[in-house]
């Protein structure tokens, strides 16, 4: 530093040191951002396993989420419009009841018996899908989402239509929201439900079906059967 005739500290001090603002009050916090989010149907946005609300006005919008160590804050177009203390407990919901519709706030917590009762109201197919669906998961939670789809589908296709649709969903297995949907769509549901196919038998014993004990390999085998015949 001989060129400057002064320490670095001393140019510290005369230079960078009068315009430096005080340390703010609190530390930075690292956040992680999650962009384009979509808001599913039961206003939840879903971030490693765990569900947060936002205000139910928002379902199917995209929200960007800012996630630290401790908070999960949600925007749209830029404006907050939620924070949650972050939950790490997978298959679990974090709701706002001020989210929630004025039909919802009545009752504050899903339970997997007032799914199922709402299912009854539509059909007996359509109760044992949405009993299949929550059985099919490890926490009965975890279902709510495809089981709630499922049941307002009857307000775009009607009761009866949707009743179909699962009663050929249960018949070929289908487990989820898209599924019924897709049936819906496509108009399947106006088909015949496709019947099981009949169980497999084996055929009844032959004297020349050879088992499997005839191809392996033997001191007693016979000279015609090493020989290929």
């Known amino acids: ?73 949600l925007f749209h177009r830029g404006q907050r419009v939620a924070a949650h203390v972050r939950s790490f407990v997978r298959g679990t919901h974090t709701t706002d009841p001020a989210h929630m519709p004025k039909a919802h706030r009545r009752h504050l917590e899903w339970t997997p018996s007032r799914v199922i009762t709402w299912a009854r109201t539509i059909g007996s197919q359509t109760a044992a899908l949405v009993e299949a669906i929550l059985a099919d998961r490890p926490h009965p939670e975890q279902g709510y989402r495809s089981c709630l789809g499922i049941l307002r589908l009857a307000k775009r296709d009607g009761d009866a239509r949707l009743e179909a649709a699962c009663t050929r969903a249960v018949a070929v297995g289908a487990r989820s929201y898209r599924h019924v949907d897709s049936i819906l769509t496509h108009g399947l549901d106006r088909l015949a439900v496709p019947e099981a196919p009949p169980p497999l038998t084996l055929p009844p014993a032959h004297e020349h079906l050879r088992g499997r004990e005839y191809y392996q390999d033997s001191p007693e085998a016979p000279a015609s059967a090493a020989a290929g015949e």
């Open 1 to 73: 530093m001989r060129l400057y005739r002064a320490s670095r500290r001393e140019l510290f001090e005369r230079l960078d040191q009068p315009h430096l603002r005080p340390l703010p009050a609190e530390p930075f916090v690292c956040g992680e951002w999650k962009y384009d989010a979509r808001v599913s149907i039961d206003y939840h946005i879903e971030w490693q396993g765990h569900y947060y609300s936002v205000p139910y006005a928002l379902i199917h919008e995209l929200v960007d989420a800012r996630l630290t160590t401790t908070t999960v804050e």
